[in-house]
């Protein structure tokens, strides 16, 4: 199961920090990914940590975002920076593959 928390209703330029935590399965198994589903566009994956702790971003958020995983919590996480309007989006964690079931997600709105 994966439950997404975090997210808010912000200003332009702020930050948040997006938690996802895994249960019923031990995270250090994965390779994750951080999706957002922007309104009116498909779901798109924005930040991926592998098991072995490298990252990778999507260039809309290279150098604001930052994933990291604590899997002694078995939560991941989503740092975001300098916020702008159009990362308005439902987040979403899952593996590269989307093996779990969709959390519900966390709502975040950017306001300019």
């Known amino acids: 199961q994966l439950e997404e928390s975090g997210g808010d209703l912000v200003q332009t330029g702020a930050s948040l920090r997006l938690s996802c935590v895994v249960t019923g399965v031990s995270m250090v198994y994965y390779d994750m990914h951080w999706y957002r589903r922007q309104p009116g566009k498909r779901r798109e994956s924005v930040a991926a940590?592998?098991?072995?702790?490298?990252?990778q971003y999507s260039d809309s958020v290279l150098g604001r975002f930052l994933i990291s995983r604590d899997n002694s919590e078995n939560t991941l996480y989503l740092q975001m920076n300098s916020l702008k309007s159009e990362d308005t989006a439902v987040y979403y964690c899952n593996t590269p593959l989307a093996v779990f079931p969709w959390g519900k997600g966390t709502q975040v709105t950017v306001s300019s």
């Open positions: 940590i592998q098991r072995d702790g490298t990252t």
